[in-house]
T-cell receptor, first 115, second 111 residues
Framework: DTGVSQNPRHKITKRGQNVTFRCDPISEHNRLYWYRQTLGQGPEFLTYFQNEAQLEKSRLLSDRFSAERPKGSFSTLEIQRTEQGDSAMYLC?????????????FGNGTRLTVT | GDSVTQMEGPVTLSEEAFLTINCTYTATGYPSLFWYVQYPGEGLQLLLKATKADDKGSNKGFEATYRKETTSFHLEKGSVQVSDSAVYFCALLGGYNKLIFGAGTRLAVHP
């Protein structure tokens, strides 16, 4: 169990550029979640997948955001035309559905800074 | 909708002091409750959990009891250490195993 892995750890980009983050969940986990955490706040849910299907998207996820999990393993989160308000820590988590109250295991996050 | 409210920080304590971080929730039904901890530069780690009323979760000297009557899940530790300095998040498990977090409480423990 190598845990949830996220890359890159840090990303600095200029406003208007596109960025893509990657998340590799724990290998046997079938659910994958994306959260966003801004300074001084708790993580806010963005979206989640069960296997390759994206089952829910938060209203926080504007049209500039898109997430994929093409083979039900790793996932990518892309932000197009970044804005300064997108600056945050983006957290990925995974869990195994089917086990009661399976806790979410979080990665260390990708910190995005939009200048 | 479901929500979690935590006491605001920072909480500053001396080593060996008693810790309480208050957490209350609003939810339909009786969701599972969690405390996560985030150490500087690290990801969120599950600290403890409770799945039903009157359950007590415990780990590393921390405890929290699921109180249905007061919709609370306060975190306690009898004697904090400098290494406990971190941000603590209370959370409830909503639909589809989706965690809903409080805003977090920063704890700073001084020698």
């Amino acid at each position: 169990d190598t845990g949830v892995s996220q890359n890159p750890r840090h990303k600095i980009t200029k406003r208007g550029q596109n960025v893509t983050f990657r998340c590799d969940p724990i290998s046997e986990h079938n659910r994958l979640y994306w959260y966003r955490q801004t300074l001084g706040q708790g993580p806010e849910f963005l979206t989640y997948f069960q296997n390759e299907a994206q089952l829910e998207k938060s209203r926080l996820l504007s049209d500039r955001f898109s997430a994929e999990r093409p083979k039900g393993s790793f996932s990518t989160l892309e932000i197009q035309r970044t804005e300064q308000g997108d600056s945050a820590m983006y957290l990925c988590a995974s869990s195994l559905v089917g086990t009661d109250n399976s806790p979410l295991h979080f990665g260390n996050g990708t910190r995005l800074t939009v200048t | 909708g479901d929500s979690v409210t935590q006491m605001e920080g920072p909480v500053t304590l001396s080593e060996e002091a008693f810790l309480t971080i208050n957490c209350t929730y609003t939810a339909t039904g009786y969701p599972s409750l969690f405390w996560y901890v985030q150490y500087p530069g690290e990801g969120l780690q599950l600290l403890l959990k409770a799945t039903k009323a009157d359950d007590k979760g415990s780990n590393k000297g921390f405890e929290a009891t699921y109180r249905k009557e007061t919709t609370s899940f306060h975190l306690e530790k009898g004697s904090v250490q400098v290494s406990d300095s971190a941000v603590y998040f209370c959370a409830l498990l909503g639909g589809y195993n989706k965690l809903i977090f409080g805003a977090g409480t920063r704890l700073a423990v001084h020698p």
